[in-house]
């Protein structure tokens, strides 16, 4: 029984990266073999095992055949026989199908470390096309390694995948499973440009792919296009290292804009409500989380209400934050107004902008929270109102101590 380092943690050791989990393969090895050694068996699909100490997987060496189209139509064997070399080779791309050993020795039969060298993604063979998670996954390392390309022969192999409708079976966890670890990288436009470029995103995304090709006015958007715009968004959202609700807002605030009437071009009026209705039916395919969902919805409909905030009054403030449920979602209001900066700041020419409403209603914010309504109704209690007008009195307090804060 031989175990070998492999997959990611190789790449990135030779990239001089930090590595993540370790992954391992066994070679001559059978599952009871294992059992015998206190692995403990952990794999649905295929043999995977945890070790006794370190918890890190181990997987016996296997080889796998399609046998249906999408992410589960697969047959596998596994047993001693197999070869490192063999379970190497139906791995997807080639910096990921290097194996390592004890001594420190890479073995790399399909020519990962030339491809690392050349910053090349390039699939391992014919096999990458049984699996169209697959170029999610390439999609995902463009986003992370920003400085590498996809080989020609690779993309129009995806281009062909695409075609063959092979990312139409794909099953909605997994396409929000690796959209949403793109999303994190540290340019998900990449991610993006590319399944766009290969076919996917229409497939997966038209909502998103219908953006591209959509002018806005230029005085206000210099780069015209709006998916370019919702790409520079989304690098934004990176740059700011905020967390993933943010960044599918980002994602999601301007899909109404496709659907602008051609007569009304460049302007986009009332394309926030167009914008929410087209996220619940997207969010609903992709099995979004509810909290990325809540977010996404409340950025779609606000986010040309916050940015011109500073021009509101206290009471326009209070009303904003009432729909935006900021009193009982304070976090939620913040991580707004973090989409909302990406979405200034995604701008050509405006990337280094102070975004100046996101302090004014950070402000606004607190001192209407320090309103304690406990005390706003009981004072209105013993002033004889009831009801709508203890509400209003609340308001109105609320009003006085933000009118108070944003004229400081």
């Not at 952990?42 to 796998?64: K, N, S």
């Not at 090709?213 to 206000?220: D, F, I, L, N």
């Amino acid at each position: 029984m031989q175990c070998f380092l492999v997959g990611g943690a190789v790449r990135d050791r030779l990239l001089g990266r930090s590595a993540g989990d370790r992954d391992w393969v066994v070679i001559g090895a059978t599952p009871e073999q294992m059992g015998a050694a206190g692995y403990l068996p952990v794999g649905r699909d295929f043999p995977v095992f945890l070790h006794p100490r370190t918890r890190e997987e181990y997987a016996l060496a296997r080889i796998e055949r399609k046998t249906a189209p999408g992410y589960h139509g697969f047959a596998f064997r596994a047993d001693p026989t197999v070869t490192l070399e063999e379970d190497l080779a139906r791995r997807d791309l080639t910096l990921n199908a290097m194996a390592m050993d004890d001594a420190g020795t890479v073995i790399d039969p399909c020519g990962g470390q030339q491809d690392l060298h050349d910053r090349v993604l390039r699939h391992v063979g014919p096999a990458f096309a049984e699996d169209p998670v697959r170029i999610l996954r390439l999609g995902r390392f463009l986003a992370r390694f920003t400085d590498f390309t996809v080989a020609p022969e690779t993309l129009a192999l995806c281009r062909a995948m695409v075609a063959a409708g092979e990312v139409d079976a794909l099953v909605s966890e997994r396409v929000w499973q690796e959209l949403a670890r793109g999303l994190m990288e540290a340019a998900p436009s990449r991610m993006f440009l590319f399944l766009r470029e290969c076919g996917a995103l229409a497939r997966l995304l038209p909502e998103v792919d219908a953006l591209f090709g959509v002018p806005q006015r230029a005085e206000y958007h210099p780069e015209i296009d709006t998916g370019v715009h919702l790409m520079m968004v989304l690098d934004m959202a990176a740059r700011l290292e905020t967390a993933l609700p943010v960044r599918f807002a980002c994602l999601a605030h301007d899909l109404g804009k496709a659907t602008t009437p051609a007569d009304v071009l460049p302007r986009h009026i009332g394309h926030e409500a167009r914008s929410v209705a087209l996220l619940g039916p997207l969010a609903e395919r992709l099995r979004v989380p509810v909290e990325c969902r809540e977010l996404a919805e409340v950025v779609a409909r606000e986010h040309g209400n916050v940015h011109r905030s500073t021009t509101l009054d206290a009471a326009a403030l209070v009303r904003l934050m009432d729909r935006c449920d900021a009193w009982r979602r304070a976090e939620r209001f913040a991580q707004m107004l973090q989409a909302c900066e990406c979405d200034a700041r995604g701008r050509l020419g405006f990337e280094e902008q102070v975004y100046a409403p996101a302090p004014r209603l950070r402000a606004a914010l607190v001192a209407a929270q320090q309103v304690s309504s406990a005390e706003v109704s009981a004072r209105a209690i013993r002033r004889g109102l009831k009801g709508p007008d203890i509400g209003r009195a609340l308001h109105q307090a609320r009003v006085a101590a933000v009118a108070a804060a944003v004229s400081s």
